[in-house]
Nanobody, 119 residues
Framework: QVQLVESGGGLVQPGGSLRLSCAAS????????MGWYRQAPGKQRELVAS??????????DYADSVKGRFTISRDNAKNTAYLQMNSLKPDDTAGYYC??????????WGQGTQVTVSS
């Protein structure tokens, strides 16, 4: 079993920054992809950013709405992913969820952390 612990959410003013963390622990053999999704009330969950390790190289992917503002990174030794969010907008308000895909293809979700962007 894999456990995911997310942290870093909160209330921030428009234009501000937050950094989310997702730490994975448990029966982890190899993590392929770590990603962040978000879901606002009444909307579907959507991919924000993901990062996949292939050998020594990490490949990141972003939703168009966050390109240039958000940066995803990972520390493979700590099985932890980070999402640096800058220039936050009210439209970024949502529950943010971490998703981890291991080498067997099985995936796990975190419980989520709330991000609220408001003045």
């Amino acid at each position: 079993q894999v456990q995911l612990v997310e942290s870093g959410g909160g209330l921030v003013q428009p234009g501000g920054s937050l950094r989310l963390s997702c730490a994975a622990s448990g029966s982890i053999f190899s993590i392929n992809t770590m990603g962040w999704y978000r879901q606002a009330p009444g909307k579907q969950r959507e991919l924000v950013a993901s990062i996949t390790s292939r050998g020594s190289t990490n490949y990141a992917d972003y939703a168009d709405s966050v390109k240039g503002r958000f940066t995803i990174s990972r520390d493979n030794a700590k099985n932890t992913a980070y999402l640096q969010m800058n220039s936050l907008k009210p439209d970024d308000t949502a529950g943010y969820y971490c998703k981890v895909v291991v080498s067997t293809g099985v995936y796990y979700w975190g419980q989520g952390t709330q991000v609220t962007v408001s003045s």
